[in-house]
């Protein structure tokens, strides 16, 4: 065994603590757009058809971010692009804050997502690859409960309604990441599976890992999961503040209930990214996306600012929770020389979901269907991720990753 191999506790600790401090500052900048949304429909005289052009124009960036980040990290290394990455999106926070009209805040959100999009596969590879295949879930799970965190970090910036409305909050993701890109340079190890490939593995062709050799029935059914996970973790992500507020709610309570959301979030990572490694396969599967539904239903249906409450939290723990056990999911399928590939072609393509969920809401809300239409539309996607993610559960014990 060479030292490239030898992962020591003070390299783990430094791996999942910085990709958890960059974790944070992503589920800040995620959630900002829904917190800051009435104000900037204000300031921009925005109805709700171009509000959701502004929440699906951050997402968009997210796609094309998600997959060259991917492709990028396993030819030149995943420090090298996560640090580009946050820099990236630093940056495009602050022009946010700074921008003058609805095309400047279009261009502004959407190269925010490139970065953020670019970040995430290498946050996921780099947290699995410091872990061995059994506690993999519990490493993902410890670094994305970042992102859940963060976005309760934006919710109670919009319940401390802080003086300079709503820019604060891209105030702050944007200062913040550019802080955090020094510490990546000085104390971020690089992937030892991604040193050891470099110097022993030619690097293999997109197409080859991910749809030859075993891989491409796996493939298929992490895209269908991510996608339709993900369309509705951004419905409630992006919506759901405008929805409580059309129900009647003030600012500050819906504000309140998206902080519920992701402590649910938080909760969720954590719990399940723990179960992942103990519980079987199928039955966690099963356990989230019944949750999911329950949540949705109990979203939709509930009438006064404590129920909402307690739904939020549920929905929370469940659907962000999932999702995170879909990341941790999807690095066994892949070998490390493809494996930021893979991850980042999956959030890619989730991402799609993620920019149809928002401007489907949208739509059906000019219709008005009203946030039950919205909450009960989501069910049979659901249903067929559900079905998805248990092929990939019953798959995983015998996939091909090292």
Not at 242 to 265: E, K
């Amino acid at each position: 065994m060479t030292s490239l191999n030898v992962i020591t506790p003070l390299h783990m600790a430094r791996t999942i603590g910085l990709c958890f401090l960059v974790a944070l500052m992503e589920g800040l900048d995620l959630q900002a757009s829904g917190i800051a949304a009435q104000g900037m429909a204000a300031a921009f005289q925005l109805d709700k058809l171009h509000m959701g052009w502004v929440f699906s124009a951050g997402i968009f960036g997210l796609l094309p971010g998600a997959f060259l980040g991917g492709m990028l990290a396993d030819r030149i290394g995943r420090k090298r692009v996560l640090m580009v990455s946050v820099a990236l999106f630093g940056l495009f926070s602050l022009v946010t804050a700074m921008a003058w009209d609805f095309n400047s805040l279009l261009v502004a959100r959407c190269l925010t997502g490139v970065g953020l999009g670019a970040a995430l596969p290498n946050l996921i590879a780099l947290s699995s690859e410091v872990a061995s295949p059994r506690l993999r879930g519990t490493a993902v799970s410890l670094m994305y409960c970042g992102v859940p965190l963060g976005a309760a970090l934006a919710a109670t910036i919009g319940i401390a309604d802080l003086a300079g409305g709503w820019q604060v909050v891209f105030y702050v993701g944007g200062v913040v990441p550019l802080l955090i890109v020094p510490l990546l340079a000085l104390y971020l190890p690089e992937s030892a599976q991604f040193l050891q490939r470099g110097q022993n593995v030619a690097p293999v062709g997109v197409v080859r890992g991910l749809f030859r050799e075993g891989a491409a029935v796996p493939t298929a059914m992490i895209w269908i999961s991510y996608f339709f996970t993900l369309m509705v973790v951004y419905i409630l992500i992006n919506w759901l503040p405008s929805l409580l507020i059309g129900q009647g709610f003030s600012g500050t309570q819906a504000s309140w209930v998206m902080l519920a959301l992701q402590i649910g979030a938080a909760t969720g990572t954590l719990l399940l990214g723990w179960v992942m490694d103990r519980l079987p396969a199928w039955a966690l599967s099963a356990l989230i996306y019944l949750g999911i539904l329950a949540s949705l239903t109990a979203l939709g249906l509930a009438s006064q600012w404590e129920s909402m409450l307690a739904a939020g939290f549920v929905a929370g723990f469940f659907a962000t929770g999932g999702q995170c056990v879909l990341y941790a999911l999807a690095p066994h399928f892949y070998r490390p020389s493809v494996r930021a590939t893979g991850v980042g072609s999956a959030v890619a393509i989730g991402r799609l979901g993620a920019m149809s969920g928002p401007l489907v809401a949208g739509k059906m809300l000019a219709l008005g269907t009203g946030t039950t239409g919205v909450m009960l539309a989501s069910a049979p996607g659901i249903v067929i991720a559900a079905l998805a993610m248990f092929y990939l559960s019953v798959r995983r014990n015998g996939s091909q990753a090292d």
